[in-house]
Nanobody
Framework: QVQLVESGGGLVQAGGSLRLSCAAS????????MGWFRQAPGKEREFVVGITRSGGSTAYVDSVKGRFTVSRDNAKNTVYLQMNSLKPEDTAVYYCAADSSSIEYIVRGESAYNYWGQGTQVTVSS
């Protein structure tokens, strides 16, 4: 098993930046493909970005391409989400999740992810 703890959320003005971190403990972090999801008030949780176990491949939802960047440091058991040019519509609770599939592949469906963090709130004011 792996335990995930997100941090770095907060309140920022539109156009600003935040960097989210997700620290993992437990089973070897490099075993997991990782994803970031978000859930805005009144909406379903949605896939934002994924990164494979090695960090060699990433995938982004269209609405964040060019603004968000995912990375991971397997030596530090941490995955990061750098969010630039934030918009009010990015306001949501952001979750990191781990997929223990043996295949190095990014899945956008949340059912593929076995472990979830508690979430961190990101609020972007206009």
């Amino acid at each position: 098993q792996v335990q995930l703890v997100e941090s770095g959320g907060g309140l920022v003005q539109a156009g600003g930046s935040l960097r989210l971190s997700c620290a993992a403990s437990g089973r070897t972090f490099s075993f997991y493909n990782m994803g970031w999801f978000r859930q805005a008030p009144g909406k379903e949780r949605e896939f934002v970005v994924g990164i494979t176990r090695s960090g060699g491949s990433t995938a982004y939802v269209d609405s964040v391409k060019g603004r968000f960047t995912v990375s991971r440091d397997n030596a530090k058991n941490t995955v990061y989400l750098q969010m630039n040019s934030l918009k009010p519509e990015d306001t949501a609770v952001y979750y990191c999740a781990a997929d223990s599939s043996s295949i190095e592949y990014i899945v956008r469906g949340e059912s593929a992810y076995n472990y979830w963090g508690q979430g961190t709130q990101v609020t972007v004011s206009s």
